[in-house]
């Protein structure tokens, strides 16, 4: 049974840094995460995601946050992490991670607030 749990967000001002984690079970390395946010009124948007161990563990960062976010995985902590720098306020949403390209049960994210 795949269970998420999302951590690390929080306020910070223009420009500070972040780093959150999910925590997982029921997922395998061989299965490619991602990390989406989103923001009051708006759809969810795919930020990143990190392909599994025999997809050679790749990542793409979507152009909005790439050069600021960096993903990463940890498979001996089952934990997904999301390094956020010079963050803007555009970065404003909620985060939640899941599987890629069909996710599973959504946690309950966490919220990032960055102040302009």
């Known amino acids: 049974q795949v269970q998420l749990v999302e951590s690390g967000g929080g306020s910070v001002p223009a420009g500070g840094s972040l780093r959150l984690s999910c925590t997982f079970s029921?997922?395998?390395?061989?299965?490619?995460m991602a990390w989406s946010r989103q923001a009051p009124g708006k759809k969810l948007e795919l930020v990143a995601r990190?392909?599994?161990?025999?997809?050679?563990?790749?990542?793409y960062h979507d152009d909005t946050v790439a050069g600021r976010f960096t993903i990463s995985r940890d498979n001996n902590k089952n934990t997904l992490y999301l390094q956020m720098n010079d963050l803007q306020p555009e970065d404003t949403a909620t985060y939640f991670c899941?599987?890629?390209?069909?996710?599973?049960?959504w946690g309950r994210g966490t919220q990032v607030t960055v102040l302009g």
């Open positions: 029921g997922i395998n390395e061989n299965k490619a």
């Open positions: 990190i392909y599994g161990l025999t997809d050679g563990g790749g990542t």
């Open positions: 899941n599987i890629f390209p069909f996710p599973g049960p």
